[in-house]
């Protein structure tokens, strides 16, 4: 069973930078190799939403209102993924969750907020 644990919330200004991360825990690095790996969001009052995927075989697809500006990735060896997040806007004020989905299941973090306020 794979558990995903969210980092790297937190407050910044509009126009600013965050890099979220998520590990996931009780997986063995063949286990996440083969994982896709993928954000989403969930602002207040809505539902939750894709943000990025990244695919077992490398392939990463965005959301059309993060294109250019969020980019995923990840490190087999540290068996975590990566969200690289700039010029961030207001409306990405949100908690951001990891998925990680296999063979094995689809798996949620508990989620890190990220605020977007000057």
């Known amino acids: 069973q794979v558990q995903p644990v969210e980092s790297g919330g937190g407050l910044v200004q509009p126009g600013g930078s965050l890099r979220l991360s998520c590990l996931a825990s009780r997986s063995i690095t063949s286990v996440f190799r083969a994982l896709d790996m993928g954000w989403y969001r969930q602002a207040p009052g809505k539902q939750r939403e894709f943000v990025a995927l990244l695919t077992a075989g490398g392939i990463a697809t965005y959301a059309d209102s993060v294109k250019g500006r969020f980019t995923i990735s990840k490190d087999n060896a540290k068996k975590t993924v990566y969200l690289q997040m700039v010029s961030l806007k207001p409306e990405d004020t949100a908690v951001y969750f990891c998925?990680?989905?296999?063979?094995?299941?689809?798996?949620w973090g508990q989620g890190t907020q990220v605020t977007v306020s000057s």
């Open positions: 998925n990680a989905q296999g063979s094995y299941g689809s798996f």
